[in-house]
């Protein structure tokens, strides 16, 4: 597994909390009949986005969360409190009673969970949208790969914990789609997002670069500019979510963007944009970027080798399903002005990932020394 790879899976498991979101409802189309929505979850990342647009649409939501982050997150919003786990304290006690038109499962990751809270909640929810990822597919992802690829496998199904380096999360998220259809048969929706970015987002992946292209001056960008990259703004992601809802939408879906393949050179003009006019960016190429000792460059993958088709999963079929996006260029411009603002807001949401200045400055000295390096 390359680092890249390693590390979308890594924070894409770990779902840390957040501020308020700030939903563009600009995309937000006008009112629908209301639904009552069930969210698993809700105060990460995803959640509260969802949570916003449902609201804007009218529907009515219901959050069940453990209480533990951010609690005063959407006080008009009605909250139950228990855990995934049925074995940890009051478990799914909470979740015994009330009838729902959709449930949004988006904390499960152990397929023992999500089985008990989707049999149980079977009998009362017509839809249940499970959130999955591009990791439940098997490694190395086919090029171009549609919902029909082949998924991870663990040798042991009923491991529960991520690993080291969270090997086991890709095939406990294939297995808790299986649970999810196992209990609600031709009733489950099933979500495999790959990079979901934008404002809030606190991995500090994709806000990474905008930040690092407003910092300004010379700066390495991996890869070459004709590199496939995928990512999915939050917002255009639930604001499909409530779609799917809304329509009752079955079947299993990539929810990868944008919908014409999107070079990673035209997303760093975007950063250019956006960023500081004297950001200089130096490309190096992926073979160089390759050795250099515990270097990590979040979003961007070699298209290549192992990562070929990381970036290129097809979203036909979730275009069909009403899946839209915005430019990227919005999305670059939104999360670096959410970052902004952040810094000052709420502490702890503005962590970056991405390589620090020291490894940036000895990677951009050994390209120069390189003797493919052109000057
Ligand atoms: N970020 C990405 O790029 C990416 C990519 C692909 C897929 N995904 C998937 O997207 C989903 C991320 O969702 P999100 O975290 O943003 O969702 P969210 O709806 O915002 O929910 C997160 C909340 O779930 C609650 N929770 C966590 N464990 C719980 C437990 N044991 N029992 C009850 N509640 C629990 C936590 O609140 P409390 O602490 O209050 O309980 C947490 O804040 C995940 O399924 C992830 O695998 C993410």
Known sequence: MTVSRREFIQWSAAAASLAATGCNLSTVPAK??????????GTGFLGPATIEVAQARGHQVTMFNRGKTRPDLFPGVEKLHGDRDPKKGEGLKALETG??????????????????????????????????????????NPENGTEDAALATLADPAVEVMGAEFQNYGGLKALCEQATQKAMPGRATIIRPGYIVGPDDPTGRFTYWPVRFDKGGELAVPGAPNDPVEIIDVRDLDAWLVHLVEQGTMGVFNACGPETRLAWGSLVEAFQKAGNANAKPLWIPADVVAQQKDLEFPIWAPYAGETRGFHTWSNTRAVKAGLKFRPALATVQDTLAWFKTQEKV???????AGPSAEQEAMLIAAWRKSPAFKG
Request: proline fraction near 7%.
């Open 32 to 41: 629908a009949t209301p639904k009552r929505i069930l969210i698993l979850g």
């Open 99 to 140: 009838t729902w038109d959709a449930v949004i499962d988006n904390s499960g990751y152990y397929p023992r969970m999500v089985g008990a809270s989707a049999a149980l909640l079977a009998p009362r929810a017509k839809q249940y949208l499970y959130i999955s990822s591009i990791s439940a597919y098997k490694e190395p």
């Open 346 to 352: 709420e502490k702890g949401r503005n962590k970056l």
